[in-house]
């Protein structure tokens, strides 16, 4: 081995531990960034050892590819707004998969014929995973972004047929493995896996999309770390596999949080059943001014706010955190209650809150808040729906028995800010809108709540 | 691939796993979005296999291949890294807090 390669080397070892030491700065927000730049100098240090290890010839593809790849990544880092992160990950997630796919067809191209059983299955498994997750994920950014209608697009026999798909892309896979001389099979497996990421996602509705991007993470990340054991690169399958295994994690807490399993969010096709099962709730939803909103809410001890995807839909977070700090000045006790599930990503709500320059000591998890409902004088609901549906709790007919809740109808009062009348995305009845002790704010959550706020000045 | 170096890989990617694990499960919800941003980030790390492809290759398809990759890939990591420090400063202290820690690293906690 030459020095350079010594170097390159080198270079990889401290980049994996960068990285490691990265991801545990993220258990607190405030070591998180500091963590963040030590796995931004990881990289780069990286990138700086392959450029002089690794024996370059042609300079001008990388530095077309380098300059044009930063622009557009700036570009995003700056000007992506903070209410369409979930299509900007989805995207970023079929980038990274497509990238690892490439470099699957190029060592293909330049290595296939002398590979041996194991790298091929590695390449093989590269290559599929890569190029599912590429057009999986783009569906999930065009159906966040509302490109792509965010209902579950199904037809008759889709599951059949999603098998049949299925089954030829694992075929042709195994065909290759066996056969590495036969390359139609390696451009089916590629073509088919394109297919098979489209077909796997469409299915599937919105309000799903937390699992389906934890999910697509997952496989991006174990694209990388099979390339890894294609290029026999250790910087490669750690980085990937961390990837890889935290969105395995996370698509597990999304999954727990929604009392379902993966297959039943991947094939269930959730939230195109009109659901036979809720009963009508019964009563009437009752409307309250918003004066009288205002005032509950100004002479209230303690007020929890519930967002849900309608805050981000409404670009609701700031006038929010303004009501609350009228709030706060008047001495209520302000908390903000996430669900898991809350929004179209793990973490959305935060994200948002935070944005809008809510301490994140007023953010609290599902476990911790649920206990301090019953004391709670007014649970303002901001575009929430199934997260609060109490039906989840005590009706084991429901669609979304089990899912455990934000239990928000236990406290004294609770005012609902809602768009219509409509049902929500799962098309489920929620008693909690019926409720004695429920009142109803309909219009446009972004103007309820600035609204709120200037009537809560005057009272 | 020799045995030898395969089972070196075995062995990195089995405690990548398990350090992965223990590390990841650690991230309290309320980071999780900067969490599955940053992770992707550094998966871009198939940056480093992409330059080798599209400048050591020495075919002309594993070339634009490789270009094509290098683009994807570096989007992934200058974007992903950009996005998830952007959203990382907007997680603040209380205002009164912040400002007794108004050291370098929460300037932008608190506006």
Do not use: C
């Given at each position: 081995m030459s020095l350079t390669s010594y170097f390159m080397e080198a270079t990889y070892l401290i980049a994996s531990i960068l990285f490691v030491l990265a991801l545990k700065g993220m258990s607190h927000p405030e070591t998180a960034r500091r963590g963040m730049f030590m796995a931004e100098g990881g990289m780069f240090m990286a990138i700086v050892g392959t450029l002089i290890?690794?024996?370059?010839?042609?300079w001008g593809w990388i530095l077309v590819g380098l300059t044009i790849g930063s622009i557009i990544g700036i570009w995003m880092a700056l000007f992506v707004p903070m209410t369409s992160m979930p299509q900007r990950t989805a995207l970023s997630h079929a980038f990274g998969a497509l990238a690892a796919a490439l470099v699957g067809v190029g060592e293909f191209i330049i290595h296939g014929a002398e590979m041996g059983v194991v790298t091929r299955g590695a390449l093989g498994f590269e290559v599929m995973l890569g190029a599912l997750t590429t057009t999986g994920s783009l569906i999930a950014a065009g159906k966040l972004h509302g490109t792509i209608p965010g209902k579950p697009i199904q037809f008759r026999g889709q599951n059949a047929i999603n098998l049949v798909i299925f089954l030829v892309m694992t075929g042709s896979f195994v065909y290759f493995w066996m056969h590495p001389s036969v390359i139609a099979a390696f451009y089916t497996m590629l073509g088919v896996a394109f297919v098979f990421g489209v077909m796997l996602v469409i299915p599937i509705g919105s309000a799903d999309m937390p699992v389906v991007m934890s999910l697509l993470n997952s496989y991006a990340g174990l694209a990388a770390a099979a390339t890894g054991f294609v290029l026999g690169n250790n910087v490669l399958i750690i980085a990937g596999t961390l990837d890889g295994f935290s969105g395995l994690i996370l698509s597990i807490l999304m999954c727990k949080a929604m009392n379902r399993s993966i297959t039943n969010v991947l094939f269930g096709g959730?939230?195109?059943?009109?659901?036979?099962?809720?009963?009508?709730?019964?009563g009437e939803m009752r409307e309250i001014s918003l004066d009288d909103a205002a005032m509950q809410l100004a002479f209230a001890n303690r007020v929890i706010f519930v967002p849900g995807y309608g805050l981000a839909t409404a670009q609701a977070q700031h006038a929010v955190r303004e009501l609350g700090e009228l709030l706060e000045a008047r001495g209520v006790t302000v908390k903000y209650a996430i669900h898991p599930v809350a929004g179209r990503m793990p973490g959305h709500m935060n994200v948002l809150l935070a944005e809008a320059n809510v301490p994140y000591s007023q953010l609290y998890e599902m476990e911790q808040i649920n206990p301090e409902f019953p004391s709670t004088d007014v649970a303002v609901v901001i575009g929430a729906n199934d997260v609060v549906n109490p039906d989840a709790r005590?009706?084991?007919?429901?669609?979304?028995?089990g899912m455990p809740i934000l239990e928000v109808d236990r406290a004294k009062s609770v005012i609902v800010l809602k768009r219509g009348q409509g049902r929500g995305f799962s098309g489920l009845e929620n008693p909690l809108f019926f409720k004695q002790n429920t009142n109803m704010l309909y219009g446009d959550a972004k103007s309820t709540l600035s609204h709120l706020a200037q009537a809560v000045q005057h009272v | 691939m020799n045995p030898a170096v395969l089972i070196a890989s075995v062995y990195v990617f089995a405690l990548a796993a398990f350090l992965g694990y223990q590390v990841i499960s650690r991230v309290p919800p309320l980071l999780h979005t900067p969490l599955m941003s940053a992770t992707n980030a550094i998966s871009g790390i198939s940056l480093i296999g992409s330059l080798v492809l599209a400048g050591a290759g020495t075919s002309h398809v594993a070339h634009v291949l490789g270009f094509i990759a290098v683009t994807t890939a570096t989007i992934n990591v200058v974007g992903g890294f950009g996005i998830t420090d952007r959203m990382l400063k907007m997680f603040g202290k209380r205002k009164d807090e912040g400002k007794k820690t108004a050291a370098a690293p929460s300037t932008g906690a608190s506006k």
């Open positions: 290890g690794a024996h370059i010839i042609t959730f939230g195109s059943v009109i659901a036979e099962a809720s009963a009508d709730a019964g005590d009706n084991p007919n429901s669609l979304i028995a | -």
